[in-house]
């Protein structure tokens, strides 16, 4: 552990152990919560690396998001390039990297005499398999548990080794001890998340101009519809006291924002929900849990369900035009692409331009209307979203399509950027979503009551 690390660590452990004696998570709603960054990381974190999907055919869900988001092939690692423990194909868009994998077969490796174990802190033999982490095993029992779903919410950190060990000394259950990949200085470790889902840290020595040692990186068509980087991953756990606290603790992460059901619900169902962000508030992580005695079961309990447990619900991808983008995605609705949760009302429209005429010209607003794109806005920015339809076979993960408007500062160096969470996460679009997606469950609810009933 370097002495940097150590340091950080000293300086942070006092008032994460004064804090964290005992659980000192309580909601108090979004009118109530009090935003403040006491820049209380345990390790120094730079930003959402990579999301890695694991499905039964890493080929077919490639070409899928390829297509529908305009997402190019980058790179790859499998049977071509001597890969005989996994299938992995990379994505990117802007800094956004989504990586898909699949198992090959658990004996392909024993019949070739192929031994993909992969280098620890203690062993610096580099590992043939690209993903050291990687289990043909845990993967089919991954996929026949949840489908497709996302494995590892990565990020990059300065040193994986030491965010790894201070992460299990403060609570986090290990997944995947600190493995070298490859012989450049670039380390992946892993611990769980929640459910089945890991946190991932990667560092390198250096960057690696691909992706990750053992990638090769391919020549395809070039797509681009906008999209940029990955703004947030959220999680739907069983219990929301218990995660945050547990991810807080290992992490040093701070509460960025949270909702309860009569902040978000309607009148049929809710959920609470808490963002956690890292120092820079660049890397959120939003978490929800249901609500019980509604009208109608919580979304976040059919997800659960379908999923069986916790897992990732969505991810929010930040486009630089939503308008591009959505013009884009939606040729591609019904034919290979995404299709979109059910616009709402026109009342709805009229009552935008008394809210953001300030901020989106009226051409802008009739495009939000014609596309479906829901604005909100907060004490900071406004907020431009829209979320596709569940993008597999079970009513559980989507997308969110995102563009932030405001909160332009600069650093020290000058360089303007954006303020992490700009705009908020919707809180004014909730009741709309939730009530497409109830829509949405209730013709899966009639479809299966008939079928019921006719056997």
């Known amino acids: ?77 499998d049977l071509s390039t001597g ?115 890991v946190l991932r840290y990667i560092s390198f020595e250096k960057p690696d101009p691909v992706f990750l040692p053992g990638f090769e990186a391919v020549e395809s068509y070039p797509l681009d519809f906008g999209i940029r980087r990955l703004d947030h991953a959220v999680g739907n756990v069983t219990n929301l006291a218990e995660a945050v606290e547990y991810v807080k603790t290992f992490t040093g992460f701070h509460e960025f924002a949270e909702f309860t059901a009569d902040d978000v619900g309607t009148a049929e169902s809710g959920l609470n929900s808490v963002v956690l962000a890292n120092n820079e508030e660049m890397v959120l ?23 069986e447990g916790a897992g990732l619900q969505h991810l929010a991808l930040v486009s630089e035009d939503i308008f591009k983008t959505m013009r884009e995605m939606r040729k591609r609705s019904g034919v290979g692409g995404f299709e979109f949760m059910p616009s709402p009302p026109p009342t709805y429209y009229k009552n935008l331009r008394q809210r953001a005429s300030d901020v989106l010209s009226e051409e802008q607003m009739k495009e939000c209307e014609e596309l479906g794109i829901l604005v909100d806005r907060d004490d900071q920015g406004t907020l431009l979203q829209i979320f596709t339809k569940p993008i597999g076979d079970r009513p559980t993960i989507f997308l969110e399509i995102i563009q932030r408007v405001g909160c332009m500062l600069k650093d020290g160096e000058g360089k303007t950027y954006q303020k992490g969470g700009c705009g908020g996460f919707g809180k004014g679009n909730f009741s709309e979503l939730f009530k497409s997606i109830e829509e949405y469950e209730k013709t899966l609810e009639a479809k299966i009551t008939v079928e019921s009933g006719a056997s």
């Open 285 to 307: 992580l939003p978490m929800n849990e249901p609500v019980y005695g509604t009208k109608r079961k919580s979304q976040i309990q059919t997800f659960l369900e379908h999923n």
């Open 83 to 197: 890969n005989l423990t996994h299938a992995s194909y990379l994505l990117r868009s802007g800094n956004l990297q989504f990586l898909f994998s699949a198992p090959y077969s658990s004996t392909l490796p024993s019949l070739l005499n192929y031994n993909p174990a992969p280098a620890t802190a203690q062993n610096s033999n580099p590992a043939p398999a690209p993903i050291p982490s990687f289990s043909a095993a845990a993967a089919h029992h991954f996929i026949a548990s949840h489908g497709l779903g996302v494995r590892a919410v990565a990020i990059e950190v300065d040193d994986a080794v030491s965010a790894f060990e201070i992460s299990v000394a403060h609570g986090a259950v290990p997944s995947a001890p600190p493995a070298q990949i490859g012989d450049s200085g670039a380390w992946l470790a892993e611990v769980r998340l929640y459910g089945d889902v």
């Open 1 to 77: 552990m370097g002495k940097e690390v150590e340091e950080e660590q000293k300086k942070t452990d006092a008032a994460h152990d004064s804090n964290h004696a005992a659980p000192s998570f309580k909601l108090v709603g979004y009118a109530n919560f009090v935003r403040s960054n006491p820049r209380s990381d345990r390790f120094p974190v730079r930003r959402f690396h990579h999301i890695e999907f694991w499905s039964s055919d890493a080929t077919n869900a490639y070409l899928r998001f390829s297509w529908g988001l305009g997402m190019t092939f980058a790179a790859k690692s």
